[in-house]
């Protein structure tokens, strides 16, 4: 794991602010990951803390049997390195689970998140055009236009061994 600042790694009950966070940037706190919908409201959420009691970083994460599925990936601190640290902490916590891979699925605007999973080793592993106009037949709330107004319309899908 990357080094820096003492951190407290832990499960978060209060879900209200992470699922508002959600809300607020992807209109939805279910996820469509590939054929399946998650809840992050159902799933439990992963915190990373400061010693004194600071979040900095949230995960939310399913197993799909020998597959690990990342719901959700936040930074409350972006350009600290709290995200990696956070993405390193739910890689050690699905290879303990049995999983074998880590999935992500990105919208096609969310560049930051796709050069943030490359640059952590992820690699393509599903293109699924117009998915997410798809989804919205489910989750009529997810955003149409996302990162520096692109059109959000497919779904991209990056895995990692573990």
Known sequence: ???GPAVIFREIADKTAFLLLMMRHWGSHRMMIGSKLYDCAELPLMGMFTAEGDLLAVASWARDGDIAVLCALHSLK?????ASRMLEAVKAAA???GARK????LTNDNMPALVFYQKHGFRFSGLYIEAIDAYRAMVPTIIKTGYQDIPVHDALELEIEL
């Open 78 to 82: 972006p350009g600290e390195g709290a």
């Open 1 to 3: 794991m990357r080094k």
């Open 102 to 105: 880590l999935r992500a699925m």
């Open 95 to 97: 290879k303990a689970a």
